[in-house]
């Protein structure tokens, strides 16, 4: 049931809730971030294909509940 993040390295091994919250929050909000963002190596994802990439790391590389909280606000990002 815990994610695991950004994969722990055996030196931090820190995992789920041991995460700080300020950082389980970050790691959603960066991944949408570079999702949309125009890179010199891809093309910017639409706010959809975005979405759904984020709800397929849903348990395994964020939080659960994070990844609800930002899907339940998700369409006033895209909005804005």
Sequence with gaps: MFFVGLRPTPR???K???IPLPARLMAIIDAYDALISK???KE???HEESMKTIAAGKG???DPVVT???EA???KLAAA
Excluded: H, K, N
């Design 12 to 14: 931090c091994g820190v």
């Design 16 to 18: 789920g809730e041991a």
């Design 39 to 41: 890179r010199p190596y």
């Design 44 to 46: 910017p994802y639409s």
């Design 60 to 62: 395994t590389q964020f």
């Design 68 to 70: 609800e909280l930002f």
């Design 73 to 75: 606000v998700a369409d």
